[in-house]
């Protein structure tokens, strides 16, 4: 099931997702390697929940909001946003 959310939002070309839930970021972001290999896709899709991009949006700095800890790399969001 993660690797077919994340497939289809790769291919309606989207940078990263966002989610509102705690339990799917968690999902999502931890899971997504083993779905790639699962599905034999590639995705490196970042997954930011909510409060995160609420907070890079404020300006708070993406270490305070965690995103140093995430799985999948969140280094190209971060770079888009400047």
Known sequence: MTARYLQNAKLEN???VVTP???CHTSFDT???KAE???RINLELPILHIPQLVGLALGI???KLG???H???VSQVLAKLE
């Open 21 to 23: 839930c705690p339990l």
């Open 67 to 69: 995103l140093a800890k």
């Open 37 to 39: 290999k699962t599905a």
């Open 71 to 73: 799985m999948i790399s």
């Open 61 to 63: 700095d993406s270490k």
């Open 14 to 16: 989207a940078d990263f």
């Open 31 to 33: 899971y997504q390697k």
